[in-house]
Structure formats: C-alpha cells, structure tokens
C-alpha cells in the first residue's frame, strides 16, 4: 500500500470529514442527541470513510453494493453483529440527511437487513455482590466518603455513569428527596433517593465535598482529588479497583449497577414501567430486557430448590 493510501486509511479525506461534521451539526441542532452519542455516530462514520478511502471512495459516492461489500468484510473480521447493526444505524441516519440535502440522488441503505442478533442479557450483579461493592471504599477518607456516595446514589437510582458525574449541586433536592436528571437527548426526569443514599449524602457534602474542593466554585456534585468535576473515567477505573477488593470477579460494565438497580427492582416485585420511567428509557420495549434477566433468576431458583425441578 502506498504512503498515500496508508494515510487516508488513518484519516478520512477532507471532504468526507465535512460531510460528517455537517451531520453532527444536524444532531445537535435538530435531534438533541447528547455528546457521547454524537461521538459514537462520528466513530462508525470515520472508520466506514477511512475503509472506503483505501478503496478510492467517498461517503457520498456510496452505492448499495459497495455497502454490502463492507458488510461482508466485517463478517469475514468477526465483527460483533451488534457493532455492526449500531454502524447500520447511523448510516441510514446519515444518508437520509445527505438524500435530504440534495447531495445524493440515491440511499444506498435502502433494504439493507441489519445482521440477525441474539438478545444478549446486561451482565448484572447480585445483591451480595453490590453489598460487598458498596463496603470497599474506606469511607474514613474523603475520596473514599465521596466514592461511597457516588456508588450509593448509582445504585440506589439506577443513573448513567455520565449522569451521576454529571449532576450539579443544584439537582439535588435534599428536602424532597429527589434528582433532576437531564438524561439522553436532554431529557429531564426526576428520581427519588433513598434514606440510605440522602444520609450518604449528608456525610459527603458535610465531611468530604468541602475538604476536596476548598473554596472551588464548581458546580458538580462530585469533586476529583483536585477539586474539579469527576470524569467518567476516572470513576470507572475506582469501580474495577473496589470490584477487585471486594472479591467480584464478574466482567463488569459501566452500567453494571445501573443494570442491577433495574433488575432488583424487578426481582422485587416492582412495575415494568415504573422501572422504565425511573431508567429515562424512552421505549419500554428497552426495558423489557430485564425481565428476561428475572425471568432467568426465577428458573435458576426454581431448578435449585423445588424437589422436581
């Protein structure tokens, strides 16, 4: 391969890469869609341009048959048929907008079929394993308080990473005993807190929000060693590191307690749209995975102790 082609295989050309920053705009501007999405559509649209530029190629010269040639190519990589259903997605989203614009005559995602998938479970934990996680930190520590608190809340309302450091000060209603979440899309919610959590809380910003953050005007709820916003990141590296010290050796995610506030719920009798309204899932057919998940707990229970089972 070519000096020339190795570098467009790295990067997409010029005029693909406005093409793309044209649609990130649209997102943004007509959709709503929050930063982490708009970052993921812009991945699986950079890579798709950079396969199509070792091919002499550009976005907005795509026909159906070179799409099903990527399609193929993945296949024979051993890509996850999940991965590539999301790519599917934002293709058709970003060929619509070209057709819209005037600058394709043709959609070349038209009766493409998303690979078949399996409906695979969200890995969780059990409420022994939560236990166990929520006990690690050493709460006679400010960041160990602070990291307590954040995994209470994260359990205790079924948050996304990037909504629990994310929160302001201001969002959190101490009195009333609830959140204001701004979710994806800049979806508001409101979650109620447990006592549990509401008295982590108290200790935090009593005992550790001050000592972190001194005299700092930051707005977020939870503050890094440096008195800045916690990043995402940074939480989840802590998260694997209690995992570890609390003995649970289960592949984890960053949305593992979130899966297991959802599924404990359920395993307790709560409503399927009740839990869907306290995730900010806009359709209930996302929440309905966790039902499989209760489901599966149910026959295990059933196998491990009725007589016939």
Partial sequence: MSEDRRRRA????????????QFLDHLWLEKGLSDNTRAAYARDLNHFACWLNQRGLGLDEVVRADLQRHLQWRLEQQLRPTSTSRLLSTLRGFYRHLLRE??????????????????????????????????????ATALGLRDRTMLEL????????????????EELNRRLGVLRIVGKGDKERMVPVGDEALDWLARYLRDA???????????????????????????????KRYALEAGIDKPLSPHVLRHAFATHLLNHGADLRVVQMLLGHSSLSTTQIYTHIANARLQTLHREHHPRG
């Avoid at 790295?10 to 920053?21: F, G, M, N, S, V």
């Avoid at 959609?107 to 006990?135: C, F, H, M, Q, Y």
């Fill in 209 to 239: 929000r001050p000592e972190l953050g001194g005299d700092s005007r930051v707005e977020e709820l939870f503050l890094s060693q440096r008195g800045q916003a916690m990043t995402r990141q940074t939480f989840w590296h802590r998260i």
């Fill in 154 to 169: 994260l359990y205790a309302c079924g948050l996304r990473v990037s909504e629990l450091v994310g929160l302001r000060l």
């Fill in 10 to 21: 790295r990067t997409p050309a010029a005029a693909d890469q406005a093409l793309i920053a």
């Fill in 102 to 139: 005037g600058l394709i005559d043709a959609d070349p995602t038209l009766n493409i079929d998303s690979p078949r998938r399996g409906r695979p479970l969200p890995k969780t934990l059990t409420e022994a394993d939560v236990e166990a996680l929520l006990a690690a930190p050493d709460t």
